[in-house]
Antibody
Framework: EAQLLESGGGLVQPGGSLRLSCAAS????????MTWVRQSPGKGLEWVSS????????YYRDSVKGRFTISRDNPKNTLYLHMTSLRAEDTALYYC???????????WGQGTLVTVSS | DIQMTQSPSSLSASVGDRVTFTCRAS??????LNWYQQKAGRAPKLLIY???TLQSGVPSRFSGSGSGTDFTLTVSSLQPEDFATYYC?????????FGRGTKLEIK
């Protein structure tokens, strides 16, 4: 059974950085496109970024382009989201998810909370 | 960005009822529409993809329909475990936007 476990969230000041990790198991990670989705009371669910199985293709929502970087280490079965220049509006629960087909998010982790505040 | 509007924002129903959730896109998304269920404190769970295809393992009382801009999710006979919040999401074009959800509560 596919399992995803996020970590790395926490409290950070505006302008600061964090790196989120998502450890995957129970499926062939290197063949799977992966996604980060965030959820906040103010904005609801938001797709953030996606990456192809090889890592060769990456996609971002406009509000995080140039600030966030998605990457993966296939031998370690781990997905990352490196977040810089963090803003209050980035405060959310961040989920990693396994993608199939036409962007169906079929498996999700439990989420890691990022709070951006001074 | 494509706006996804769900109605109503909340709904009260009883076990055994038939309920329908509505989702409208701000422009045509053909059938690039997914439905998710989220229970309190849990991650979303995929129910329906491509507007009408039931995800493996999801009970057949769930069904989806629609194309273009108007979509519905129907639960034919509510079970106690179905009380949750339901979200639609378009995957026609980036950013892949979600609706704000419909919260289904017990009457």
């Amino acid at each position: 059974e596919a399992q995803l476990l996020e970590s790395g969230g926490g409290l950070v000041q505006p302008g600061g950085s964090l790196r989120l990790s998502c450890a995957a198991s129970g499926f062939t990670f290197s063949s799977s496109d992966m996604t980060w989705v965030r959820q906040s009371p103010g904005k609801g669910l938001e797709w953030v970024s996606s990456i192809s199985g090889s890592g060769g293709s990456t996609y971002y929502r406009d509000s995080v382009k140039g600030r966030f970087t998605i990457s993966r280490d296939n031998p370690k079965n781990t997905l990352y989201l490196h977040m810089t220049s963090l803003r209050a509006e980035d405060t959310a629960l961040y989920y990693c998810a396994k993608q199939v087909g036409e962007l169906e998010f079929v498996h999700w982790g439990q989420g890691t909370l990022v709070t951006v505040s001074s | 960005d494509i706006q996804m509007t769900q109605s109503p924002s909340s709904l009260s129903a009883s076990v055994g009822d038939r309920v329908t959730f509505t989702c409208r896109a701000s422009q045509s998304i053909r059938t690039y529409l997914n439905w998710y269920q989220q229970k309190a404190g849990r991650a979303p769970k995929l129910l329906i993809y491509a507007a009408s295809t039931l995800q493996s393992g999801v009970p057949s009382r769930f069904s989806g329909s629609g194309s273009g801009t108007d979509f519905t999710l129907t639960v034919s006979s509510l079970q106690p475990e179905d009380f949750a919040t339901y979200y639609c999401q378009q995957t026609y074009t980036s950013p892949y936007t979600f609706g704000r959800g419909t919260k289904l509560e017990i009457k």
